[in-house]
C-alpha cells in the first residue's frame, strides 16, 4: 500500500500562488506516475499535472504555462507550483499515484491522498 498526504492548500487572491506538496510513504518503490488532479463541486475528477519518475511531465491545457509540477524521489515527494491563479482554478486537488510509468486519466492513479482545498478568490 501507498499513503499520500497532501499539504499546502488554502485561500488566494487571483493571481496569486499557492505551492502544493504531497508527501508518499509505504510501498513506493513500486510507484513510477505520480500528479496532481483536481475536482471542482458537481464535476468529475480530471488531470492537472502528472510526472513520472524519469521526470516526463504532462499538463491539463488549461494550466500550461501557470504551474508547474516537480518531484523529488530521493524525498519521496511531488510538488504543485501555481502561479498566476485564477477563481476557475478553485477545487480540490488530489495528489495520485500509480505504479504504471506514465499516467494521464484520474482512472489510471490507483492511490489517492484526501486533498486539499484550493480557493481562489478576492
Known amino acids: 500500500q501507498v499513503q499520500l498526504v497532501e499539504s499546502g492548500g488554502g485561500l488566494v487572491q487571483p493571481g496569486g500562488s499557492l505551492r502544493l506538496s504531497c508527501a508518499a510513504s509505504?510501498?513506493?518503490?513500486?510507484?513510477?506516475?505520480m500528479g496532481w488532479y483536481r475536482q471542482a463541486p458537481g464535476k468529475e475528477r480530471r488531470l492537472v499535472a502528472t510526472i513520472t519518475r524519469g521526470g516526463t511531465t504532462d499538463y491539463a491545457d488549461s494550466v500550461k504555462g501557470r504551474f508547474t509540477i516537480s518531484r523529488d524521489n530521493a524525498k519521496n515527494m511531488v510538488y504543485l507550483q501555481m502561479n498566476s491563479l485564477k477563481p476557475e482554478d478553485t477545487a480540490v486537488y488530489y495528489c495520485?499515484?500509480?505504479?504504471?510509468?506514465?499516467?494521464?486519466?484520474?482512472?489510471?492513479?490507483?492511490?489517492w491522498g484526501q486533498g486539499t482545498q484550493v480557493t481562489v478568490s478576492s
Open positions: 509505504g510501498s513506493i518503490v513500486s510507484i513510477n506516475a
Open positions: 495520485g499515484a500509480a505504479r504504471q510509468y506514465r499516467v494521464i486519466f484520474a482512472a489510471g492513479m490507483e492511490y
